[in-house]
């Protein structure tokens, strides 16, 4: 499955032609910045013979053609201390810097930070990127800093509310959201349904969030990319950091295996047991944990290889009458080789799994469901010249689904044992990606990727009169699920469905000015894997199915438009966007769906379509005393399920309909004031539009209840959303020599206590009328929390 | 009970418990023109012919509207595949119709109910499925959160009959404490086809001494569909977990004016029914 790296592969040569050179007098600086530890992305190389900078890619890697000549270049870090590098250019250079850290810089837990300043030449856009250092400022629930949490403050992402899993980007479903943890798929991103993200951000290095322009190394899901990478342990010095709040507690601890050589970083993190629940009462109990891993390996200048791991579980038990326990776990192995100063390679195998289990004793029974996912990609980098770039690779994910396998809890349980079919499915791709300089104003990122899906046997699969499902009677108005009529073995490795599509990827850049740009992009994503969740937001035991006979792959087109500035050299940045998505095979589920512990998901599944569009505007001040961002969204996400044919009616009448995390406005203010060494100030606010809702029109009653008759789906919306948080961290002695170092973070979600709605509920109260409840789940919640470093 | 719903339930009870508060607002609701609602469940107690057969009709009305206007003077007769037709009548302008004249019936038999209401015609079709099996009832007390609950489960194995459709039974069964108001709930046989199914009534309010009244009926696959779409449009406050819902389609046609159907169910069932005195019961 592993292609050999070769220089120069036979397709690259289709590209070749395009490519052109300038003039013979100049020369090209390749370089890679660094640490001790690892590649930094981002940071800040500037030239100081004509005011130009430059940014290294997310590979610590940059390169500038210049004239012949004598130059300056200054590269800069937060955190650590500036380098000069003198240099006389009269032929191809290659540099490689290292950064020292700047210990005067780092008093506080301050591990990275990037330069937000844009690469306005980059074409790139759509692509937001925050450091661990970012998630950590912004004031949070409880006191925990937390990934998703941060990302829904930027433009283009939002989720369903307080408490709800997952998040959605630029009007996607959680589960259209590829999100990669060093490079493995994570399955679910949320702990305690959504209070918490899995991420624990002390293990974190940094993130990278494609809303669109998703570059062609990137696949399998139709809506966004999130890249994690998690941090290296330090090789020279043994070192932890660690905090203790009112919700959880995490400790760090990383440094040298072999000084130089071998590091090791290992990072824990877990809620208090009694989590939400009564403390007097000893047998229920509601908590999570999970542990971040990586060892690095630095067998020379030229290869390095990586071996990290996730493992983390929510666990709930309650009077033994119920036990729940959910979670995933990530293994990944990576392999990077240098091969020269223009190509390098990386091999992954990497592993995941996601599990859920749940014993209800009243009913009896026990409940087991899983998928897992093996993965080898061998990805390359090449620097063919001046002007071009490519990337290039394959990627082979093998899904094992497990969708379920019901078994008595005790000997008297009339529960009967039942597995369900497992299904699984190779998906294969294969992509090229070119980085290409037309002219010095105008720079391309095209690529193209392949993917071949095909789900095999050994399963058995329906059949159904027509090869319909769903029933449909025309004169209720009412879609059911259709009998099977016969079924259909699958021999081992025998092919169920085979699906291939191409996805066409392009982005332009084209360079203004010195300061600004506009960039366009086209995106085409692909996704075979399912997430079926019929509620308003995912909850643990949304199950994921292949696509297969009855359920086709979902594809999602992405265009977009961009205009970006640097203001005052990078000290502020003025980035905006519109965007239109449109989709089709967009599952949708009859009324009266269950999705959970149903074997046959094919009979509740109609197929529609869906689209999405807005307007995203983000400002930041990125230096000073006073850093921020302020950031807005106006848009539209909506779907559609029309009938099979003109007979039927499809969902809601066959008209669009808002999604569940549809929000017309979203406005995110985030600010950061350092007073002092020991003083550091922060503040968000937050405005949305509340998420759509559905009322009734009328109520009538029925076996004496009075019943709710609601109308049109999702066509009203929650009162608006907002709430102001403030935190703020002090760090006692900023300038001790000691190792140990320390600071308290204290914290106030929703100042103004704000009684958000979660949801507004219709319902008959003890004296028989009708009554509108609303819920709100967080109203004001103080928090504190301790940090250490030593 | 699905496990769906059990295990829903589960997830919004742990979810919220602290930390979430509900309140009651004032909400300004869309109206629409109101709709011809039935309640037509011709329920066969074998044992017990004295009840009459009632039919009750009734108008959607304003989501916060206190009362529940009455359909009146409209005509209704069911029909069986002979032809022969069993008129009601209304009782005083209550919306109530009855009869004590209901037709025989056999397992699988189809009846058909006619309406006529305000000019407009109305039909429903459907089947009715022998309740084969016998109850028993269990009593039990547990304690969850530091409270104790006395549990009352009704106990019945499911039914061995085969009809067109084998693969699956449906079952309604309704709990009523001293002659309060029912609470219902349906589940399926699937994972337990032949076994003993198991319904619970569990009341912070229950007492030593209360009767527990219990009603079992089986039901058709679209009865079945059409009350768990009836159970999630009342169970709607779920947070983020609540499910879509939309108008509960029954299967009243309107044959008149095929846009509007009626909304409620005409069904047919068995009804068997037993009773159970809650007694003392030692602390676990």
């Known amino acids: 499955m592993i292609n050999k790296p070769c220089k120069h592969p036979l397709f690259l040569l289709l590209f070749l032609y395009f490519s052109q050179s300038f003039s013979q007098n100049h020369f090209t600086i390749k370089g890679t910045v660094r640490d001790q530890n690892e590649s930094l992305p981002g940071a800040i190389i500037s030239l100081k013979e004509n005011a130009n900078s430059f940014l290294s890619d997310e590979n610590g890697r940059f390169e500038i053609t210049l004239e012949e000549g004598l130059y300056t270049l200054q590269i800069n870090f937060l955190g650590y201390k500036e380098h000069v590098e003198h240099i006389a250019l009269h ?15 780092l008093n506080e837990l301050i591990i990275t930070q ?6 306005i030449k980059k074409p790139e856009m759509s692509i937001n990127s925050l450091k661990a250092e970012d998630i950590q400022k912004m004031p949070v629930i409880l006191g925990e800093s937390d990934l998703v949490k941060a990302l829904v403050q930027l433009p283009g992402v939002t989720n369903a509310g307080e408490g709800a899993s997952g998040f959605n980007v630029r009007g996607g479903t959680a589960g259209q959201n590829l999100i990669l943890l060093d490079k493995a798929s994570v399955f679910s991103s949320s702990h305690l349904f959504g209070f918490f993200s899995i991420f624990n951000t002390d293990a974190i290095h940094d993130i990278k969030l494609y809303k669109g322009g998703v570059p062609a190394r990137y696949g399998g899901r139709a809506s966004s990319v999130l890249t994690v990478n998690q941090k290296s342990g330090d090789f020279s010095q043994f070192q932890g950091t660690g905090g203790i709040g009112v919700i959880s507690s995490r400790l760090t601890l990383h440094g ?8 090791f970083i290992v990072s824990g993190r877990s809620s208090y047991a009694h989590l939400f629940l009564k403390l007097q009462d000893n047998k229920n109990a509601a908590y999570f944990y999970d542990l971040n891993t990586k060892i690095s390996y630095h067998f020379d200048a030229r290869n390095k290889l990586f071996l990290s791991g996730y493992f983390g579980r929510d666990l709930f038990s309650f009077q033994n009458a119920l036990n729940n326990k959910f979670g995933n776990t990530l293994i990944n192995l990576s392999w990077e080789h240098q091969f020269s100063s223009s190509l390098y390679a990386t091999a992954t195998v990497n592993f995941s799994d996601y599990i859920y289990n749940l014993t209800l004793d009243f009913v009896k029974f026990n409940w087991h469901s899983s998928i897992k996912n093996y993965n080898i990609s061998y990805d390359l980098s090449h620097q063919i010249n001046d002007n071009w770039s490519l990337k290039y690779g394959t990627q082979n994910v093998l899904n094992h689904f497990f969708p379920g396998e019901i078994s008595p809890s005790e000997e008297s349980s009339s529960i009967k044992h039942r597995v369900f079919e497992r299904k699984q499915a190779w998906e294969n791709s294969v992509y090229l990606e070119a980085e290409h300089r ?24 329906n059949l159904y009169a027509n090869d319909l499902p769903i029933t449909y009677d025309p004169s209720l108005e009412i879609y059911s699920e259709a009998a099977i009529t016969d079924t259909y073995t699958y021999a081992k490795n025998k092919t169920i469905s085979n699906y291939h599509n191409w996805d066409p990827r392009i982005t332009a850049a084209f360079q203004l000015s010195d300061t600004e740009s506009v960039k366009a992009g086209y995106t085409s994503m692909t996704q075979y894997l399912h997430l079926l969740s019929n509620t308003a937001a995912p909850t643990p035991l949304d199950i994921w199915t292949p696509s297969g006979p009855y359920i086709k792959p979902e594809r999602v087109h992405q265009w977009a438009l961009g205009y970006f500035k640097n203001l005052k050299q990078g000290v502020y940045t003025l980035e905006t966007e519109i965007y239109y998505k449109k989709g089709n095979n967009h599952i949708d589920y009859i009324d009266g769906a269950e999705l959970v512990g149903n074997e046959h998901i094919e009979r509740v599944i109609l197929n529609g379509s869906s689209r999405a569009y807005g307007l995203e505007f983000l400002f930041r001040k990125n230096s000073g005393k006073l850093t921020g961002m302020l950031s807005y969204t106006l848009s539209r996400s909506e779907q559609r399920t029309p009938g099979r044919d003109t007979t039927e009616i499809g969902i809601n009448n066959g008209e669009w309909y808002r999604t569940p995390h549809d929000k017309l406005h979203d406005l995110a203010v985030t600010i950061s004031y350092t007073l002092s060494d020991k003083w550091n100030f922060n503040g968000s606010f937050t405005l949305q539009s509340g998420r759509p809702a559905t009322y009734p029109d009328s109520q009538y009653e029925y076996l004496g209840t009075r019943i709710p008759n609601f109308g049109l789906r999702n066509h009203y919306s929650l009162p608006a959303f907002h709430h102001l948080d403030f935190s703020c961290s002090y760090t006692p002695k900023p300038n001790s020599t000691k190792k140990w170092k320390s600071e308290w973070v204290f914290g106030v979600y929703n100042v103004y206590n704000r009684k958000n709605a979660a949801s507004i509920s219709f319902k008959e109260n003890d004296d028989h009328y009708n009554e509108a409840v609303k819920m709100s789940i967080f109203g004001i919640v103080p928090s504190i929390t301790y940090n250490f470093q030593f | 009970m699905s496990i769906r719903f059990f295990s829903l339930t589960v997830l919004i009870v742990i979810c919220y418990m602290c930390l979430s508060c509900e309140e ?3 909400i300004d609701l869309p109206s629409s023109d109101p709709k011809l609602v039935v309640e037509a469940n011709l329920d066969y107690n074998f044992m017990d012919y004295s009840q009459p057969s009632v039919i009750k009709l009734s108008l959607t009305t304003e989501y916060f509207s206190k009362d529940v206007p009455p359909a009146n003077g409209a005509i209704v007769w069911i029909e069986d595949a002979n032809k022969n037709t069993y008129p009601f009548s209304e009782v005083e302008n209550s919306g109530f119709y009855i009869t004590s004249f209901a037709p025989d019936i056999t397992d699988g038999q189809e009846l058909t109910l006619h309406i006529e209401y305000d000019n407009e015609k109305y039909e429903a079709k459907e089947q009715f499925y022998k309740l084969d099996t016998e109850i028993t009832l269990s009593q039990s007390k547990t304690s969850y959160f530091n409270k104790s609950f006395y549990e009352v489960q009704i106990n019945y194995r499911d039914s061995q009959l085969d009809y067109e459709n084998p ?22 046989n699937e994972f337990r086809e032949g076994n003993v199914l198991t319904s619970t009534y569990i009341s912070e309010d229950a ?16 009865y079945y569909n059409f009350i768990y779409k009836i159970s999630s449009s009342v169970n709607n406050g779920g947070g983020p977990f609540q499910i879509p819902s939309s108008t509960v389609k029954g299967n009243v046609r309107n044959m008149t004016n095929p846009k509007n159907n009626a909304l409620g169910y005409f069904r047919i069932t068995e009804q068997k029914s037993a009773s159970h005195i809650i007694h003392p019961e030692q602390e676990e």
Do not use: C, M
């Not at chain 1, 040298?256 to 590091?263: F, H, L, M």
């Not at chain 2, 449906?170 to 309060?180: I, K, P, S």
């Open chain 2, 207 to 222: 007492q030593i001494g209360d009767t527990i009244h219990f009603n079992l009926y089986k039901i058709s696959k679209n």
């Open chain 1, 438 to 461: 037309l002219t010095a104003d105008l720079t391309f990122n095209y690529g193209l990727r392949f993917t071949n899906f095909r789900r095999f046997g050994n399963e058995t699969i």
């Open chain 2, 24 to 26: 009651v607002i004032d």
């Open chain 2, 167 to 188: 693969e699956r039974h449906y079952y309604l069964t309704e709990q009523q404490r001293n002659r309060g108001s029912y609470s219902w709930t349906v589940q399926n």
């Open chain 1, 114 to 119: 990037n330069s937000k300043t844009l690469d």
């Open chain 1, 91 to 105: 032929e191809n250079k290659t540099l490689d810097i290292r950064l020292d850290r700047d210990s005067a810089l």
């Open chain 1, 256 to 263: 040298p295996i072999a000084r130089e050589k071998v590091s």
